[in-house]
Nanobody
């Protein structure tokens, strides 16, 4: 079992910044990939950014240049630094982690979500 605890959401004005955190705990041999998704009201969940164990990152086009994903392997924590926030970034942000055991088998876990609201 892997538990994920997210924090850092809130209300921010357009142009502002927020930093989300997600810490994984439990039965973890290694973490393959850590991902942030988001889901706005009435829309499908979408991938925002991910970071693979080697450090490679990927971003949705809509957040490139504004958001930065990073991870602290010693703390099993992934961060999402969000700058120049726009009202369209308003959504519930979910952390998703894929862990890998000693035999290479992978299992995904999801966080409970944290609300980000960008509004004046």
């Amino acid at each position: 079992q892997v538990q994920l605890v997210e924090s850092g959401g809130g209300l921010v004005q357009p142009g502002g910044s927020l930093r989300l955190s997600c810490t994984a705990s439990g039965s973890i041999f290694s973490i393959y990939v850590m991902v942030w998704h988001r889901q706005a009201p009435g829309k499908q969940r979408e991938l925002v950014a991910n970071i693979i164990s080697g450090g490679s990152t990927n971003y949705a086009e809509s957040v490139k240049g504004r958001f930065t994903i990073s991870r602290d392997n010693a703390k099993n924590t992934v961060y999402l630094q969000m700058n120049s926030l726009k009202p369209e970034d308003t959504a519930v942000y979910y952390c998703n982690v894929v862990v890998q055991d000693g035999l290479g088998r992978r299992r995904a876990s999801w966080g409970q979500g944290t609300q980000v609201t960008v509004s004046s």
